[in-house]
């Protein structure tokens, strides 16, 4: 059971909610939610819906997110779940993102061979790696063999680095995965309002990284006990609140736009990010930039690792931070 700690979310898992966008059981009516959904720290889209103001998830969404077996007793009308086994596609959630033309190839490019081999320890693999650099590269598909393990890593990497876009790890007919590049319908909105700041940067990149930080400060005061995702932050009116993580997803989806590389990072108690600049990684920690300055400039955004000190900057998954700074930017951690 050790997966499902990672939800970190209040939920209630509703059984009955297998069905569609509505559903009415014993007059109950279940309606669409905008509740936000976090895995491992990072938002992901997931259908959510709102009873007797409780927000319940379909549970095969759960499935596939984590990597749990799931499976529907017809006759007796019960739900089994089984941690020991991998989402087997039995309960296919539906797709909420705009449709895309994704080609196919065969075999991927080695990339690996141009990345810090440390990265690769039998958990983050090589396979994985080039299929994923390959959807990042030519925004195509390649399938390879996974197991539940190195599955679960491959779709953490994904995470760390991607927003808008963003890679979907799927299941092929034969058992293998491959990583499909899609653009979140939910997120477009907001993509749009913010291309003409984007289009307007100017300067160094280090001039534009702050850039980006104040933009997102502007909009968004700290509370601990608020979350705000990249589509309300920047379609909505008005100063937004939101914790370490709204802060950090902010940053991330304005650096995907701008086409900087940046990645997702994450204590057990806090997010950041780092960000490729000046061909080496920084860290930026928006939360505490956001609390020290009065007027944009007057904080300093980007600092080595080692500036970063005590509890809170430690890291739950360090590999998991090579692994997704090799994705973006090959031998960058050597």
């Known amino acids: 059971m050790k997966k499902l700690g ?3 979310t209040g939920v209630v898992l509703g059984a ?3 069905g569609g966008a509505q559903a009415a059981v014993d007059g109950i009516l279940a309606q669409r939610s905008s509740a936000p959904f976090f895995l491992n720290g990072s938002p992901v889209e997931v259908e959510t819906y709102l009873i ?3 927000h319940f998830f379909m549970l095969r969404d759960i499935a596939k997110l984590v990597d749990f077996g799931v499976t529907w007793n017809a006759e007796s009308g019960t739900v089994s779940i089984d941690t020991m086994t991998g989402y087997d596609g039995a309960f296919k959630s539906p797709d909420t993102t705009d449709k895309q033309t994704q080609e196919t190839v065969t075999v991927p490019t080695a990339y690996h061979e141009q990345a810090n081999a440390a ?5 983050y693999t090589e396979e994985a790696y080039d299929a994923l650099r390959e959807c990042v590269v030519t925004g195509k598909s390649v399938s390879v063999a996974m197991n539940s393990v190195t599955r679960t ?4 990497g994904a995470i760390a680095i991607s927003t808008y876009p963003f890679y979907e790890l799927k299941t092929s007919p034969d058992g293998t995965a491959y990583f499909e590049k899609k653009y979140s319908s939910a997120y477009a909105e907001g993509a749009e309002q913010c291309q003409r700041f984007l289009d307007e940067l100017s300067g160094s990149e280090s001039e534009k990284l702050n850039a980006i930080a104040c933009y997102v400060c502007e909009r968004l005061d700290y509370d601990a006990e608020s979350s705000t995702t990249p589509r309300t932050l ?3 009116n008005g100063v937004q609140k939101g914790n370490c993580t709204s802060f950090a997803h902010g940053f991330h989806f304005l650096c995907n ?7 997702l990072v994450h204590s057990d108690i806090h997010q950041w990010n780092e960000v490729y600049t000046g061909g080496r990684w920084y860290c930026v920690d928006l939360t505490s930039f956001e609390i020290g ?3 944009c400039g007057s904080a300093t955004l980007l600092h080595d690792a080692s500036e970063l000190q005590g509890i809170i900057f430690q890291q739950t998954e360090p590999q998991l931070t090579r692994f997704a700074k090799e994705l973006l930017v090959p031998s960058s951690t050597k």
């Open 293 to 295: 300055y009065t007027e």
């Open 257 to 263: 736009l701008a086409g900087i590389p940046c990645i």
């Open 153 to 156: 890593a491959a779709q953490n």
């Open 6 to 8: 990672y939800l970190l």
């Open 52 to 54: 007797h103001s409780n």
């Open 16 to 18: 009955t909610l297998f």
């Open 234 to 236: 920047f379609t909505s």
């Open 119 to 123: 990265v690769f320890d039998g958990v």
